[in-house]
Nanobody, 115 residues
Framework: QVQLVESGGGLVQPGGSLRLSCTVSGRIISSPAMGWYRQAPGKQRELVATIADGGHINYGDSVKDRFTISRDKARSTVYLQTNSAKPEDTAVYYC?????????WGQGTQVTVSS
């Protein structure tokens, strides 16, 4: 069974940086579209960034010019570099992948931006 394994969450100071990683665990036939969503307390889950198999990238408006998504196809891993962190970036970050037309989600990793 295919799973998404996330790592890299934690506490970061305002203006600081953090890198999240997500790796596909299990056998997959081709490189899927992958990305990150986040959900803050009392709010709906929102798009952070996605990257398609062909490399097209889409960012949520609130993280444009601050966050960078990248991937290592050989390792079936996607990364999210969070720069210039703001308190409003505090949320549970979920890795996402489209595998065989199904949405697959990671368990989530907490990111807290606070001094």
């Amino acid at each position: 069974q295919v799973q998404l394994v996330e790592s890299g969450g934690g506490l970061v100071q305002p203006g600081g940086s953090l890198r999240l990683s997500c790796t596909v665990s299990g056998r997959i036939i081709s490189s899927p579209a992958m990305g990150w969503y986040r959900q803050a307390p009392g709010k709906q889950r929102e798009l952070v960034a996605t990257i398609a198999d062909g490399g097209h990238i889409n960012y949520g408006d609130s993280v444009k010019d601050r966050f960078t998504i990248s991937r290592d196809k050989a390792r079936s891993t996607v990364y999210l570099q969070t720069n210039s962190a703001k308190p409003e970036d505090t949320a549970v970050y979920y890795c996402w992948a489209k595998i065989l037309r199904r949405d697959v989600w990671g368990q989530g990793t907490q990111v807290t931006v606070s001094s």
